[in-house]
T-cell receptor
Framework: AQSVAQPEDQVNVAEGNPLTVKCTYS??????LFWYVQYPNRGLQFLLKYITGDNLVKGSYGFEAEFNKSQTSFHLKKPSALVSDSALYFCAVRDIRAAGNKLTFGGGTRVLVKP | DGGITQSPKYLFRKEGQNVTLSCEQN?????MYWYRQDPGQGLRLIYY???????QKGDIAEGYSVSREKKESFPLTVTSAQKNPTAFYLC??????????????FGPGTRLTVL
């Protein structure tokens, strides 16, 4: 079985400050990990993914995430947040040994960036 | 939202009615997916299809049906057997027969409300 936890329902940050959105996962094998962002009444937009290789993954809009196998975490980060980063963020995991191409999503973290 | 379209954007249904949500993609992707999004629960997989004329149940398939007669189309029918159908429905697609490393790309969603 595969699962994802996003421990914070909401993260508040001032514009220009660093932004971190936490994600931990559980899989029986090795994970593939994904981050998506959702703006109100819109579909999910892909930000970045970890498949293999360098533990630091760089993605769209200045976001990056660090894969930490020992802590089973894949936290999303941005060095300097913008008001336009205010949105709902989802972490997702796929066990590479699982059948099909099923993604399991976390419950989402709402980010509010204040000017 | 890329090359994935969903229609309609908003849909109202009376109790006891079946309704069909449309999902079309022009990305030449083999695999397509339907998710349901409820507040605070993230996304849950309803059905997925890795190739034309084949599909599998996801985690919450009861009360839903799908077909995959064409590569670019994956319509979802919400039947009267679905007890609580009010939700935001998201369609996604990914590349080569849903290879596990592939990114899923999402459409803009359909918001279904039961009156």
């Amino acid at each position: 079985a595969q699962s994802v936890a996003q421990p914070e329902d909401q993260v508040n940050v001032a514009e220009g400050n660093p932004l971190t959105v936490k994600c931990t996962y559980s899989v029986s094998g090795n994970p593939y990990l994904f981050w998506y962002v959702q703006y109100p009444n819109r579909g999910l937009q892909f930000l970045l993914k970890y498949i293999t290789g360098d533990n630091l993954v760089k993605g769209s809009y200045g976001f990056e995430a660090e894969f930490n196998k020992s802590q089973t975490s894949f936290h999303l980060k941005k060095p300097s947040a913008l008001v336009s980063d205010s949105a709902l963020y989802f972490c997702a995991v796929r066990d590479i040994r699982a059948a099909g191409n099923k993604l399991t999503f976390g419950g989402g973290t709402r980010v509010l960036v204040k000017p | 939202d890329g090359g994935i379209t969903q229609s309609p954007k908003y849909l109202f249904r009376k109790e006891g009615q079946n309704v069909t949500l449309s999902c079309e993609q022009n990305l030449n992707h083999d695999a397509m997916y339907w998710y349901r999004q409820d507040p605070g629960q993230g996304l849950r997989l309803i059905y997925y299809s890795q190739i034309v004329n084949d599909f599998q149940k996801g985690d919450i398939a009861e009360g839903y049906s799908v077909s995959r007669e064409k590569k670019e189309s994956f319509p979802l029918t919400v039947t009267s057997a679905q007890k609580n159908p009010t939700a935001f429905y998201l369609c996604a697609s990914s590349g080569l027969q849903g290879a596990s490393t592939d990114t899923q790309y999402f459409g803009p969603g359909t918001r279904l409300t039961v009156l």
